[in-house]
């Protein structure tokens, strides 16, 4: 059983890392309104004005997410990611996206699930309702 604990958290803090770096990395792009980003971002119909506050959201739900604690802010992170990969698919598609454009949502929507599912029980909100519950 130690060994399949050890798998899971493996496959919990990669997913995690993973999805860390693919919403801090856009985040920051949007921030400094990389022109690659902005063109895209254009593209999809999106206003100037939108990068800077989704940019945010992204660099602060990646940081969420890592963060020890805070657990409710994860579950409002985590919501938040699926949100905006929810978003980037409908729009993606409503665009006429194909392929890796909109594939690639897909599959970083697999790693939100992935990091969500198996998170240990000291970053859900079930381990906080277990200890309030027995006090």
Same mark, same amino acid.
């Given at each position: 059983?130690?060994?399949? #604990?050890?798998?899971?958290?493996?496959?919990?803090?990669?997913?995690?890392?993973?999805? =860390?770096?693919?919403?801090?990395?856009?985040?920051? $792009?949007?921030?400094?309104?990389?022109?690659? @980003? *902005? $063109? +895209?971002?254009?593209?999809?119909?999106?206003?100037?004005?939108?990068?800077? @506050?989704?940019?945010? &959201?992204?660099?602060?739900?990646?940081?969420?997410? *890592? $963060?020890?604690?805070?657990?409710?802010?994860?579950? &409002?992170?985590?919501? /938040?990611?699926? @949100?905006?990969?929810? /978003?980037?698919?409908?729009? #993606?598609? =409503?665009?006429? +996206? #194909? /392929?890796?454009?909109?594939?690639?949502?897909? *599959?970083?929507?697999?790693? *939100?699930?992935? !990091? &969500?599912?198996?998170?240990? +029980?000291?970053?859900?909100?079930?381990?906080?309702?277990?200890?309030? !519950?027995?006090?």
């Amino acid at each position: 059983m130690g060994e399949a #604990r050890t798998w899971t958290n493996l496959v919990y803090w990669v997913s995690t890392g993973l999805t =860390a770096a693919l919403f801090a990395a856009p985040g920051f $792009a949007l921030l400094t309104r990389n022109p690659h @980003f *902005v $063109a +895209d971002m254009t593209r999809l119909g999106y206003p100037a004005y939108f990068l800077p @506050f989704l940019g945010i &959201w992204k660099i602060l739900g990646a940081i969420v997410i *890592v $963060a020890p604690g805070t657990r409710y802010l994860k579950e &409002w992170a985590y919501a /938040g990611m699926i @949100f905006d990969i929810s /978003g980037a698919i409908v729009s #993606r598609a =409503a665009i006429g +996206d #194909r /392929g890796p454009e909109l594939i690639l949502p897909f *599959v970083i929507a697999g790693f *939100v699930a992935l !990091s &969500w599912t198996l998170r240990p +029980d000291g970053r859900r909100l079930s381990a906080t309702a277990r200890v309030l !519950s027995s006090t």
